[in-house]
């Protein structure tokens, strides 16, 4: 039995953000196989639930890595495997700090985004993930509110730049004065940047899913296209990086494939390594 663990976005979902029907039939052959399937991405889990449903992954074999590895679920069961948070006021000191530095920040409460500003940011994410959002004076007032009753403690909070790549990459370089070794930070596009728990990252993902069903490294296959791609990519037995990735996920991984996104790269993986 083999695992394999793709991206979302730029790898599995070509630009119009579909599955092709090659892939489909590609997937469906593996599982069938007796193989695992994992859908490892940064979205939430209501968001990718949704994807899943859509393609018929609700089903044994089929797992969602969400939250870059913060949340995994387990389709067949229902139900998810792991969970791991971070406290409402580390997310509370990163919201305030990017809000006075003119950025978007948000975190996350079951189905729904949370922020404490109406931002553009916050109506197009929500739209792309399909989800709702609710504004709060103050997150930390709105999950004491529910804590240990409905709304656990958040898992991520999110940071969207308005301005170029290099804003975030000072404000990552800030906040890691207070927050290395604490929390896990990692950009999952140019303008978004994202932080969660240590662990909460997509190398750790494979690790503990390799454990958990006593599947040896050597016999896990990680694809993906960004920056937060590339713990999952050096983790696994085999690391793959897409035709379209960024130089960075290339250096990182074992091999690059002939197709992109767009052209059914998957199945070149799956055709390659899994059979």
Known sequence: ????????????????????????????????????????????????????????????????????????????????????????????????????????????????????????????????????????????????QFINVVVKPPIKVNIITPFDHSSLESFRAEMRKTTAGKLFDVFSKPEMLEFSHMQSNKGDAVRFMADFYKVPMDDTIAVGDEENDCPMIEAAGIGVAMANASQVVKDAADYVTERDNNHSGITEVIEKFVF
């Open 1 to 144: 039995m083999k695992i394999l663990f793709t991206d979302l976005d730029g790898t599995l979902l070509d630009d119009n953000k579909d599955i092709s029907a090659e892939d489909l039939s590609a997937i469906r052959k593996m599982i069938e196989a007796g193989h695992k399937f994992v859908m490892t991405t940064g979205r939430p889990l209501t968001s990718v639930k949704k994807l899943a449903e859509k393609y018929g992954f609700m089903e044994a074999g089929f797992y969602l890595v969400s939250f870059n590895g913060g949340l995994i679920y387990d389709c067949g069961a229902k139900k998810p495997i792991l969970t791991r948070r971070i406290s409402v006021e580390d997310v509370k000191f990163i919201m305030d700090a990017a809000f006075s530095s003119g950025m978007h920040a948000h975190t996350y409460a079951g189905d729904l985004v949370v922020s404490e500003h109406e931002t553009e940011q916050l109506k197009t994410y929500c739209r792309l993930m399909q989800m709702d959002y609710v504004v709060v004076k103050d997150i930390r007032e709105y999950y004491g």
